[in-house]
């Protein structure tokens, strides 16, 4: 599986050649609009985690060009796009799966909060289990650290790696991000959800100094970076 980061919470992780896309917000954040070209990400897949600008701002602009397979996203959040005419959305809710042509997705708990840019509900934040032949990751999406995702390892115990925002104040920050990828079995993980505002700003050596005391892998791809996971 290759994992493209594409700045803030969004990334791509490609398998057998389809491009599965979480949280886009690329042209809205400074740090990714001049790195990366909107017009070049590949969706063959769009999944958002919950309804926050910082996580769904250019949804729409991508789905309209590549067309893709499926938006899966929580129930509210899916409404909502079809009302923005975005097609092929599939809103599901907590705890339900659905196999795909590149394998299975379920949808896990996550403590955030959710609504929409124009203060629509969005009913409750999720994260993303993602199994298939090629191998299994677990996105978090944004949440604190809880012990719901001991349950990853029950699903999952072939996971490849984890992706865990780090940069604390609205999520979790990187030591609970080390203890979640723990209890999710993962060897490794991607850190996401930092440097991107004021409040998020992370302390690299110490995130890293963290993950290591653990025996964990931190990963953290500069945007635009693409790595073997
Ligand atoms: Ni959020
Ligand atoms: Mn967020």
Known sequence: MRFTYYGHACFSVEIAGQHLLFDPFISYNPLAKDKIALESVKADYIFISHGHGDHLADAAAIAKRTQPKAVVTPFEVGE?????GLKNVVAMNHGGSKAFDFGRIKLTAAIHSS???????????????????AGSFYYSGDTALTRD???????????AFAVFPIGDFYTMGADDAVLAAGMVGAKKFVGVHYDSF????????????????AGVELLL?????SIDV
Do not use: H
Request: aromatic share 8%; charged share 20%.
């Open 80 to 84: 909502w796009l079809e009302k923005q």
């Open 115 to 133: 609504n929409l840019p124009d203060g629509s509900y969005g009913g409750n934040p999720c994260g993303f289990l993602c199994q298939t032949s």
């Open 149 to 159: 995702m001991e349950l990853v390892a029950k699903w999952a115990p072939d996971l």
């Open 198 to 213: 004021p409040p998020i700003r992370l302390d690299r050596a110490a995130a890293l100094a963290s993950a290591g005391k």
């Open 221 to 225: 791809p500069g945007i635009g970076e």
